[in-house]
Structure formats: C-alpha cells, structure tokens
C-alpha cells in the first residue's frame, strides 16, 4: 500500500474489483472515459484525492457504490 493510503487509512480496491469483472484498466479507462495514468494513479494507492465526478462515473459504469471502492481501516494508518 502507498503511503498516502497507509497515512489515511483509506484503502481503494480498484484492482480487487476489476479482478472481479474481469476487466483491465485500459478497458476501465476507455468506459469511463479517464486517462490511464490517472486511474492507475487510483489503483495503486498514490491517489491523495478522488473528485466525486470521477467516482459517480466509475459507481455509474460499473454499478459500484463507493463504499465498494473505497474502504477505511485503522490498522492501514498504524
């Protein structure tokens, strides 16, 4: 986990739940229409920010609730 996750205890579970749909990140970047860089930036925990524009369109697309991406853990702040 990167440390700006580990410092917030909010862990993002993109790769869990693409896992989960069989999708790669390059087909998530073309359905929802963000870059690459920026959702890999999301996935890999180095994200100090989400816009909520970005996160209704990856709840919408994908029909998540944002409580299935993201996720809070006291020991991820330890």
Request: charged share 35%.
């Given at each position: 986990m990167?440390?700006?996750s580990r410092a917030s205890g909010v862990?993002?579970?993109l790769d869990e739940l693409l896992a989960e749909r069989g999708l790669t990140l390059t087909e998530l970047s073309l359905r929802v229409r963000l870059?690459?860089?920026n959702l890999s930036i999301?996935?890999?925990g180095r994200a100090?920010?989400?816009r909520f524009s970005t996160l209704s369109r990856l709840c919408?697309?994908?029909d998540?609730?944002?409580g299935d991406l993201l996720r809070y853990s006291k020991a991820a702040e330890e």
């Open positions: 990167a440390d700006g862990e993002v579970r870059t690459l860089a999301l996935k890999n100090r920010a989400i919408e697309e994908l998540w609730q944002p």
